[in-house]
């Protein structure tokens, strides 16, 4: 039973260039959140989907960012015009249903982004 | 305030040493609890769900103190294996996200 894959595991760009980060589910989820770690700091929510919805992306910058979870295929997070500050770990998690209490989450070993 | 408030640490021990953590949250009205583990560069995996009457997983006790709005996590007999990251996690106000402490880091030394 595969748990939450993500890819790549490292992601390098140039700045003024895009970042796409791919996260597919544990098997039987239809919950994914994105949460972001700079370094020496704490995790920060993003966005919560469920598929083809976007639930709570209250954590999403204003601009540059956007998160989708088609019917069909991983969730993506989209960096536009990536800036240096982009850089950080990006961690995706899943969990099977709505409600967390006693439903915590399963995350993926995270894309590690460097912006040059 | 922050949502969730932890001591950044780090707590150097030794070998067999008991240390306990404590984790303070802003939003009375929080349902959900949690203690995830992070090793360097590595995703959180949870240790432990946090429940109104406390419960223990071998040598890791959890507590839940709702007046207070705290939340400890205690390790006896400390293993070298056991540094690490400590993150306290508590469901947020509206939603269904959880808010992340920033972490207490733990240093076991023989």
Known sequence: NAGVMQNP???VRRRGQEARLRCSPMKGHSHVYWYRQLPEEGLK??????????IDESGMPKERFSAEFPKEGPSILRIQQVVRGDSAAYF???SPRTGLANSPLHFGNGTRLTVT | ???????????????????AFNCTYSNSASQSFFWYRQDCRKEPKLLMSVYSSGNEDGRFTAQLNRASQYISLLIRDSKLSDSA???CVVNAEYGNKLVFGAGTILRVKS
């Not at chain 1, 929510?45 to 976007?54: A, D, P, S």
């Open chain 1, 9 to 11: 595991r490292h992601l």
């Open chain 1, 92 to 94: 995706c998690a899943s």
């Open chain 2, 1 to 19: 305030r922050k949502e969730v408030e932890q001591d950044p640490g780090p707590f150097n021990v030794p070998e067999g040493a008991t240390v």
């Open chain 2, 85 to 87: 990251t400590y993150l």
């Open chain 1, 45 to 54: 929510f993003m966005v919560y989907l469920q598929k083809e919805n976007i």
